[in-house]
């Protein structure tokens, strides 16, 4: 009697595999279209709901909501748990307020175009490196919503799964998912309600916020005469740099940390030139979906970290090599 | 050669799942204490695989298995929990315990080490000792720096599990 079930099972099997399989990419322009549609939404909709931000075995709460009138956009999102953690926006002026932290934090404007339930800053650059395919249709807080997956077009980058509202395209979940498909990092929306009906209090901020400063250093050549000390080749294929620190550890006046960001407009990629050893295991380590790689070369040191699988990491730390 | 015959015929109704407990479980200590009858209990498998035309594994899989699952590394992230599982009660002092570690982002394994890590393999070849592939502790302070630098510069900040901080890149104790 055993048997009939375990065929049936096997076939269902065999066929969801089989439609997953059949679900073809989209052509460049439509999926274009989808994510400036997300892009669009998560600009202009008016919201506010609570989402959870899931990494690793760790779990956050977030409220969050936002109030677009006659063009002008107003939002505000703070922690739910742990230390209080807050934003508020108004237009592209940003106030934060950090309990655990006493620093004046900067923020980096591309990182910002990619804050939940915003997606990317920049489709096109998206699109070089991944391609999107249509899942199919599920529900995420209560809302009817399309599942796509933004595919790699090589190995050196993890697929991304999309729930995107049927009605207006926001996104409502995004999971980035490891080598064996399994989740890494997830933001969910467990509760929204679309539209502007709610208290205009509650766009106040709670904690005593402070202004926060904006950089960009997307397009600009690198500082500090970088290429005339290193020689910077075979960066792996679609990761632009977006911004470019110099770290001066305390103490040690004479030793810079060049920290070099780059994105391939969803993920990260911080490379750290070291002008000295580090106390780091030379070689690849990770945890969960993160990858470290330390390559020591005559007393210097390139450590590249990313959420990003080894082979990224490792063909990063080999791009650089000082200059004689 | 009687009594090997009732062993054998035992072994058999055993495999079958025949047996009522009592009996299953003094003929598995039997198992567990004598070589001889182990390599019967494989032989009664390996006729039955060839007669149910299941590929057959080499002699010594189950210990090359062994050896290559006590060299893997520890995974961080503990399995999603199922409901109704009896393991459940087990595993929650465990995930308890692993989010503590991620908030002090202990943890980092080096999956391999070398001086010239290029001349390293990603992964071990079949048939390569797997023991030999050392697995390093990476410095659980050293990474923090890194790791919250890289959240501070390129990820949202309301996110958790790393204060921001001033990164401290510590040199080698040597230098």
């Known amino acids: 009697m055993r048997k009939p079930y375990c065929y049936s099972l096997f076939l269902f099997v065999l066929l969801l595999a089989g439609s997953l399989q059949a679900a073809e990419s989209l052509p460049t322009a439509e999926a274009s279209r989808l994510i400036d549609r997300a892009n669009q939404a998560a600009r202009q909709l008016s919201y506010q709901g609570v989402y959870v931000h899931q990494h690793g075995d760790m779990v956050e709460n977030f409220r969050i909501m936002q109030l677009v009138e006659g063009g002008a956009e107003q939002e505000r999102c703070e922690s739910l748990d742990g230390p209080a953690r807050e934003y508020v926006r108004t237009g592209n002026q940003y106030h934060m307020y950090h309990a655990d932290t006493p620093l004046s934090i900067a923020l980096d404007r591309m990182a910002v175009s990619r804050f939940f339930p915003r997606l990317t800053h920049s489709v096109g650059d998206v699109l070089a490196s991944y391609q999107l395919r249509r899942l199919g249709r599920d529900r995420v807080a209560g809302l009817d919503a399309d599942v796509y997956q933004l595919e790699p077009r090589d190995g050196l980058r993890y697929p991304h799964r999309l729930w995107l509202h049927e009605g207006s395209g926001l996104l409502l979940k995004s999971m980035m998912l490891g080598a064996r498909r399994e989740p890494i990092e997830t933001y969910t929306f467990s509760e929204i309600r679309l539209g502007g009906g709610f208290d205009r209090k509650l766009l106040k901020p709670t904690t005593p916020v402070r202004p926060v400063v904006m950089e960009s250093s997307e397009g600009k050549p690198l500082l500090a005469g970088l290429d005339s000390q290193w020689d910077i080749r075979n960066l792996p294929p679609g990761f632009v740099l977006q911004k470019q620190i110099v770290r001066k550890p305390k103490g040690e006046k004479a030793r810079k940390v060049q920290h070099l960001v780059y994105t391939d407009g969803l993920v990260t990629v911080s490379i750290f030139l070291d002008p000295s050893q580090v106390q780091l295991a030379p070689g690849l380590a990770q945890q969960g979906g993160m990858h470290l790689f330390v390559r020591p070369l005559n007393g210097q040191t390139v450590t590249v970290l990313g959420e990003v699988p080894g082979e990224t990491v490792k063909a990063f730390a080999h791009a650089f090599n000082p200059r004689q | ?175």
Request: glycine content about 6%; overall charge negative.
């Open chain 2, 1 to 175: 050669m009687n009594a090997n015959n009732t062993l054998d015929e035992q072994l058999s109704a055993l495999m079958d799942g025949e047996l009522d407990d009592r009996e299953a479980s003094r003929l598995i200590g039997e198992l567990q204490a004598s070589p001889a009858l182990q390599q019967a209990w494989y032989a009664w498998h390996l006729q039955q695989d060839c007669q149910a035309g299941h590929p057959l594994l080499s002699p010594d899989f189950m210990q090359q298995f062994s050896a290559r699952l006590a060299a893997e590394p520890v995974v961080v992230a503990p399995q999603r929990l199922r409901r109704g599982r009896p393991m459940r009660k087990l595993l929650v002092p465990l995930t308890a315990a692993a989010s503590v570690a991620f908030f002090g982002v202990a943890l980092w394994q080096g999956v391999y080490r070398s001086a010239t890590p290029a001349a390293q393999p990603m992964v071990a070849a079949v048939g390569q000792p797997v023991a030999a592939q050392a697995v390093a502790q990476v410095d659980v302070e050293a990474v923090r720096a890194y790791l919250s630098a890289h959240r501070e510069a390129a990820n949202n900040p309301l996110n958790g599990g790393e204060p921001l901080q001033t990164a401290v890149f510590k040199p080698a104790a040597n230098q």
